[in-house]
């Protein structure tokens, strides 16, 4: 079992940034991939990005390129999602994830979600 606690969410003016911060505690860590999906209010939770367990490969949604950054800290057992330039259509709960099928939506765990909230 992992569990995982996003923090770091707020409000922030357009072309802000913020850090995202999941950390997680369990079983072992380091062997996941980790990533980050969002769900904006009446709409489906859309996938944001993604890391491999050893940081060397990320992927990203095409509207984020650019603009967000995942990074990972195994040794403090953490993942980051780096927020530049954000976006009223930024706004969303942004939930951490880890291991499963990340890009297909079928994580093995989830956090319970931050709040990010993007004045225009």
């Known amino acids: 079992q992992v569990q995982l606690v996003e923090s770091g969410g707020g409000l922030v003016q357009a072309g802000g940034s913020l850090r995202l911060s999941c950390a997680a505690s369990?079983?072992?860590?380091?062997?996941?991939?980790m990533g980050w999906f969002r769900q904006a209010p009446g709409k489906e939770r859309e996938f944001v990005g993604a890391?491999?367990?050893?940081?060397?490969?990320?992927y990203y949604l095409d509207s984020v390129k650019g603009r967000f950054t995942i990074s990972r800290d195994n040794a403090k057992r953490t993942v980051y999602l780096q927020m530049n330039s954000l976006k009223p259509e930024d706004t969303a709960v942004y939930y951490c994830?880890?291991?499963?099928?990340?890009?297909?939506?079928?994580?093995?765990?989830w956090g319970q979600g931050t709040q990010v909230t993007v004045s225009s």
């Open positions: 994830a880890a291991g499963g099928d990340l890009a297909g939506g079928s994580p093995f765990y």
């Open positions: 369990g079983r072992t860590f380091s062997g996941y991939s």
């Open positions: 890391i491999s367990w050893s940081g060397g490969t990320t």
